[in-house]
């Protein structure tokens, strides 16, 4: 069966290129959302841990019981707050404060410009006064930007509006934890001001921003390898796959390899074949669980780099480590 790879090694040297930024490790709150970006929810969680970190980022509480064990204080980006001392759950909206658990911990959000999740600016005070009310214990203010990986000045103009939202806060409740920074922000601003970070994507070793906020070396965390099913010999003019679309134009050997888009790889553009890793391309459709390969390898590797995979399939790293399956095995290197 397909599997993955991890790199310890380059995982641990992305946290240590952040680390120089943030000043510690304990203001680093790694990002483990969605299958910790299709790397392995506990795997990266163990990892984190070893690495030092003491805090985690999810969607669902569900994630977060699953890597508890691991970490001080997990945030919760997405769902309905309850009483859990070592969770703090986002408070997406005025509603969210009428559903929680009374006597659970939150972090308020703030919608400085992104209008997706996060209460406006003019609902702040609004919104604290319905968290006493209801008895929740208010433990953050954040808010997410949605320019930061773009050449812009528009996150000045979202850290500037974040700034407000602070001092507005910070008039009524004491003793709260500030945070605004993706990984995208951290690579372009200093993070010493900031109490922790939320690093997604630049943790597993890739920046989708342009080449100048280049500010730190890092490596990609993750490689995805298929095995060999079957070889077999084709005569020129011979077609590969369904709707045979590929036609050997000489004689030649390919095998069958065991990875398809059931696993989480793209069907994506047969007449712009992806070319993988080791330079060859996938002769013909992606089936759900076979591609075919000039090659007679027993193992091939299909993409070391999501990043440069991503501009391939015309996709952003995101999805294409996100997308891989969970049943995929992920091996530590
Ligand atoms: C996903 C997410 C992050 C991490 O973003 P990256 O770009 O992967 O660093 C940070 N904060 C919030 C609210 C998020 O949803």
């Known amino acids: 069966m397909a599997f993955i790879k991890i790199n310890r090694e380059n995982f641990f040297h992305n946290l240590s290129q952040f680390q120089l930024k943030t000043g510690s490790k304990e203001s680093i709150a790694i990002v483990l959302k969605d299958n910790a970006y299709g790397h392995g929810l506990e795997l990266m969680a163990k990892l984190s841990a070893e690495f030092g970190l003491t805090q985690a980022v999810v969607r669902t509480h569900d994630e977060a019981q699953k890597i508890k064990q691991y970490f001080k204080q997990i945030l919760i980006l997405g769902d309905k707050a309850v009483i859990d001392d ?30 997706r999740n ?114 077999r010999k084709l005569k020129k003019g011979e077609r590969v796959g369904y709707g045979g679309q590929f036609i050997a134009p000489k004689d030649m050997t390919v095998s069958t390899y065991d990875l398809g888009y059931g696993d989480g790889w793209m069907r994506s553009n047969s007449f712009e074949p992806f070319v993988t890793a080791e330079g060859l391309p996938i002769l013909g459709r992606v089936s759900m669980d076979y591609i075919v390969l000039e090659s007679t390898k027993d193992e091939v590797c299909i993409f070391d780099n999501a990043l440069s995979a991503g501009r391939e399939l015309k996709t952003i790293s995101y999805e294409v480590t996100t997308q891989l399956n969970k049943k995929l095995k992920r091996i530590v290197t």
């Open 86 to 115: 070592s969770c703090s759950f986002a408070i997406n909206s005025l509603e969210d404060i009428e559903k929680a658990q009374i006597g659970s911990r939150v972090e308020l959000k703030v919608d400085t410009g992104m209008h």
């Open 118 to 231: 996060g209460v406006a600016m003019d609902e702040i005070e609004e919104a604290i006064k319905r968290i006493e009310k209801r008895e929740l214990i208010l433990v953050g203010l954040m808010t997410h930007n949605r320019s930061a990986d773009e050449l812009s000045s528009e996150l000045f103009w979202q850290q500037k509006n974040f700034e407000k939202a602070v001092s507005v806060t910070m008039s009524h409740v004491k003793n709260i934890r500030i945070h605004s920074y993706n990984s995208a922000t951290s690579l372009r601003l200093p993070c010493n001001n900031q109490d922790t970070i939320r690093l997604g994507i630049g943790a597993y070793g890739y920046s989708e921003l342009p080449a100048i906020y280049d500010t730190l070396d890092l490596k990609p965390v993750l490689s995805l390898w298929a095995k060999k099913i079957s070889t």
